[in-house]
């Protein structure tokens, strides 16, 4: 990794403590007005000082976020299909990789859906994808979705993020599940966790919690924070638990306070 792309890198995953919280609000990709990102710049403004990364879709930031603002971007650059259509997630390019050096990203996110009908098609995308990203120094975050047919499991869970690492990820994003150790011994870069579906606030702060407990970096989440009726609180509560090594209790009362 040269020195521009380590730079970049360092500014998705602090230097500082090796870990990161980042924002996502990259849905309408796939889902469009998603409930909580109706109006994104509104909810997304006042968090933007306890994440360390917002990931986004280049027109919400060309529509939704003040180019003023100081926080590093890591840019969805996959995409192609839709929640309502027949092969969700049958993801390729979306976003050129001028495009995301022309929107200042620190990194870019793509899609790979690994034992899926069409895992073949999205990780050759992806390693496409990894090379032009390299000829400029541009970090990758690979995002292991996980089709509804798929088991979420630490057995397959390992397998997508080590293909992942092995075919080019700087930072890995999957899903928290039992057993997490294995998948972040066996992954050679990384690794952070979405948060997915909206869990009841202790529970997604015990999530975060265990997953930084297992080795995770961090994490990228978004419905668990803007779908909260405390954005704010879930924000700080994160950032206490991967920042300052809070407890669930602690960052509970962060939530509540
Ligand atoms: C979609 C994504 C989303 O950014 C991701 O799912 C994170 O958001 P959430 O915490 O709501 O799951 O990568 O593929």
Same mark, same amino acid.
């Given at each position: 990794m040269d020195w521009g792309q380590r730079?970049?890198?360092?500014?998705?995953i602090r230097p500082k403590d090796g870990r990161t919280v980042m924002l996502a609000v990259d849905h309408g990709y796939f889902m469009g007005p998603t409930s909580g990102l109706e109006q994104l710049g509104a909810m997304v403004t006042p968090l933007l000082r306890y994440a360390d990364t917002l990931m986004v879709t280049r027109g919400s930031l060309r529509h939704y976020i003040d180019p003023d603002v100081d926080i590093p971007i890591v840019l969805r650059v996959s995409g192609g299909t839709s929640i309502i259509g027949k092969e969700l997630l049958h993801e390729g390019t979306v976003c050129s990789i001028e495009d995301a050096i022309r929107l200042n990203a620190s990194g870019v996110a793509y899609s790979i859906m690994v034992g899926a /009908?069409?895992? !073949? %098609?999205?990780?050759?995308?992806?390693?496409?994808?990894?090379?032009?990203a390299q000829r400029y120094g541009i970090p990758v975050v690979a995002?292991?979705?996980?089709?509804? /047919?798929?088991? !979420? %499991?630490a057995r397959y869970m390992s397998l997508a993020s080590r293909m992942a690492a092995e075919l080019g990820a700087d930072v890995v994003k999957t899903?928290?599940?039992?057993g997490f150790e294995n998948v972040v011994e066996c992954c050679p870069v990384p690794v952070v966790i979405a948060?997915?579906?909206k869990l009841p606030e202790q529970e997604a702060l015990q999530m975060a919690y265990d997953a930084i407990h297992a080795g995770a970096v961090g994490v990228d989440m978004g419905r668990n924070i803007f779908q909260s009726p405390n954005p704010v609180g879930m924000m700080k509560a994160i950032h206490a638990i991967v920042h300052k090594n809070a407890t669930v209790k602690e960052a509970f009362a962060v939530f509540q306070s």
């Amino acid at each position: 990794m040269d020195w521009g792309q380590r730079n970049r890198l360092s500014k998705i995953i602090r230097p500082k403590d090796g870990r990161t919280v980042m924002l996502a609000v990259d849905h309408g990709y796939f889902m469009g007005p998603t409930s909580g990102l109706e109006q994104l710049g509104a909810m997304v403004t006042p968090l933007l000082r306890y994440a360390d990364t917002l990931m986004v879709t280049r027109g919400s930031l060309r529509h939704y976020i003040d180019p003023d603002v100081d926080i590093p971007i890591v840019l969805r650059v996959s995409g192609g299909t839709s929640i309502i259509g027949k092969e969700l997630l049958h993801e390729g390019t979306v976003c050129s990789i001028e495009d995301a050096i022309r929107l200042n990203a620190s990194g870019v996110a793509y899609s790979i859906m690994v034992g899926a /009908e069409f895992e !073949r %098609d999205t990780i050759l995308g992806f390693t496409q994808y990894v090379d032009e990203a390299q000829r400029y120094g541009i970090p990758v975050v690979a995002v292991t979705a996980v089709g509804k /047919e798929m088991v !979420r %499991d630490a057995r397959y869970m390992s397998l997508a993020s080590r293909m992942a690492a092995e075919l080019g990820a700087d930072v890995v994003k999957t899903y928290f599940v039992k057993g997490f150790e294995n998948v972040v011994e066996c992954c050679p870069v990384p690794v952070v966790i979405a948060g997915g579906k909206k869990l009841p606030e202790q529970e997604a702060l015990q999530m975060a919690y265990d997953a930084i407990h297992a080795g995770a970096v961090g994490v990228d989440m978004g419905r668990n924070i803007f779908q909260s009726p405390n954005p704010v609180g879930m924000m700080k509560a994160i950032h206490a638990i991967v920042h300052k090594n809070a407890t669930v209790k602690e960052a509970f009362a962060v939530f509540q306070s």
